[in-house]
C-alpha cells in the first residue's frame, strides 16, 4: 500500500478552510479522486489545540505507488490544476492563513 500525507499549519481558527476544501459536500457522489483506480480512501484529521496555530492533516491511501502516479498524471488531475492557474493568472498564491504545508509519500511495509 502507498499512502500520501499532507499537513498543514495554519493560524488559530482557520482549519474549516482547508476542511471546506476538501470535504465530501452533502449528496455530492463520488469525486475524481474516489473513483480512480487503485484509490482506497481518504481521512482528514484536525488536531485538537488549545491556542495558537492550528494543523490539519490529510492522509490519501493507494493500492500502489503506480496507482498514485496514473492518478497524478490523468487528465482529471492535470486539468484541475490548469484550471487554478488560469484563474490566477499563474500559480495561486498561498492562503495568508496558511504557515506552512508539508507532503510526503509512504510505502506502508508492515
Not at 455530492?28 to 496555530?53: A, D, H, M, S, Y
Amino acid at each position: 500500500m502507498f499512502v500520501q500525507i499532507r499537513k498543514w499549519t495554519i493560524t488559530e481558527g482557520n482549519s474549516d478552510k482547508i476542511l471546506e476544501r476538501f470535504k465530501k459536500k452533502p449528496g455530492q457522489g463520488p469525486t475524481l479522486i474516489e473513483q480512480r483506480e487503485g484509490f482506497i480512501g481518504r481521512e482528514l484529521l484536525v488536531k485538537n489545540v488549545r491556542r495558537g496555530e492550528e494543523e490539519v492533516v490529510m492522509i490519501i491511501r493507494w493500492e500502489s505507488e503506480d496507482a498514485w502516479k496514473a492518478w497524478e498524471k490523468s487528465p482529471e488531475h492535470i486539468g484541475g490544476h490548469k484550471e487554478k492557474i488560469k484563474e490566477h493568472g499563474g500559480k495561486p498564491p498561498k492562503p495568508e492563513y496558511v504557515i506552512n504545508m508539508e507532503h510526503g509519500n509512504y510505502t506502508i511495509v508492515e
